[in-house]
């Protein structure tokens, strides 16, 4: 489409161990249209960092490799180009929000030299200038007396105001993507709706398209345009988020939503939980990885993946529940 901005196709990041081949990413398909936020979702280890961190090519090598596909930005395909141009890329025109913000700023060097840094090396602005921009975005991300701040070290802020520092450094240069993996990890529920309205609010203000990824279904909710569940390595189920809610299709996106406490149900009701664990993506077998935790489950989903079934215009699912009785 004219407006895609980022469109990722069958990606493959494995990871060699001693024990064999880890599957992180296997086929992994999704685009991203110009000012949309698109939320990927999922349990812990089903990918969606390493999904994220593939676009951005910054996979540890070894034991990780992006061993197939194509992540195309703007006519590139990011995995082609040498690592000068992607330098250039990451952080001007794609932007991430690590999950902790504290593991992701120096410990050392003062929120002016780390956003500086940044401001002069991708728009090459003088020192004075990049300065004053840090201290716009500072004030703009709602952190009082910017102009003084900024001078301190990331232990004199809190949890969110360290978030928020993360977030005006991703956005100071005005990207156009903005990844956000886990941006409200370990922030106390008030925090959290503060930092997600301030991305939701700076996202339609600067026309950045924004991938989130979460854990969080009712983060999603409240934020996303369209969703991607992923299990075990692949995109499970997409659909906009309207209809996720009222009309999943997957075993798997019904059993998170049915994860999420709510408010109207009774007190002293037992929360749901998923049966078992997730997989182990090592080796795994060409089959249906959710099998043994699927209700729903039938001798089909033993024997091979399921294919991908268009159910409405933008809502597809890989389930053997849909799939046409000749291909059972």
């Known amino acids: 489409?004219?407006?895609?901005?980022?469109?990722?196709?069958?990606?493959?990041?494995?990871?060699r161990t001693d024990d064999g081949v880890v599957k992180a990413v296997d086929?992994?398909?999704?685009?991203?249209?110009?000012?949309?936020?698109?939320?990927?979702?999922?349990?812990?280890?089903?990918?969606k960092s390493v999904t994220s961190l593939s676009v951005m090519r910054l996979i540890p090598s070894p034991p990780g490799k992006i061993v197939g596909g194509r992540i195309l930005f703007q006519g590139k395909d990011l995995l082609e180009l040498p690592e000068k141009d992607m330098r250039s890329i990451r952080g001007k025109d794609i932007s991430m929000i690590f999950q902790d913000p504290m593991t992701s700023l120096n410990p050392f060097l003062r929120i002016s030299t780390q956003m500086i840094e940044t401001i002069r090396l991708h728009q090459g602005l003088e020192a004075k200038a990049a300065r004053e921009k840090a201290v716009e975005m500072l004030s703009l991300v709602g952190i009082p007396s910017p102009h003084k701040r900024i001078d301190a070290y990331p232990h004199q802020f809190s949890g969110g105001m360290r978030q928020r520092v993360m977030i005006a450094m991703a956005l100071s240069c005005n990207p156009k993507i903005l990844i956000a993996d886990e941006p409200t990890t370990a922030l106390d529920v008030t925090i959290q709706a503060q930092i997600l309205d301030l991305m939701k609010d700076l996202a339609h203000r600067f026309g950045t398209s924004v991938i989130l990824i979460t854990h969080d279904l009712g983060v999603v909710a409240g934020m996303c345009n369209r969703v991607h569940v992923m299990y075990a390595g692949r995109i499970v189920e997409e659909a906009p988020v309207d209809r996720l809610f009222v009309?999943?299709?997957?075993?798997?996106?019904?059993?998170?939503?049915?994860?999420?406490?709510?408010?109207?149900k009774p007190r002293g009701r037992r929360l749901f939980s998923i049966p078992g664990q997730p997989p182990n993506l090592i080796d795994l077998p060409e089959c249906c990885p959710f099998y043994p935790r699927c209700p729903k489950a039938m001798d089909v989903c033993k024997r091979a993946y399921p294919p991908e079934k268009v159910l409405e215009d933008g809502h597809t699912v890989k389930c053997w529940l849909y799939a046409e009785e000749g291909s059972r």
Do not use: K, W
Request: charged letters at 15%; aromatic letters at 8%.
């Open 1 to 15: 489409m004219s407006d895609t901005v980022l469109q990722v196709e069958d990606l493959r990041t494995y990871f």
């Open 27 to 47: 086929g992994v398909s999704f685009s991203v249209r110009a000012g949309e936020i698109v939320g990927i979702v999922g349990e812990s280890g089903c990918g």
């Open 247 to 264: 009309s999943a299709a997957h075993p798997y996106t019904s059993a998170l939503i049915n994860s999420v406490p709510r408010l109207d």
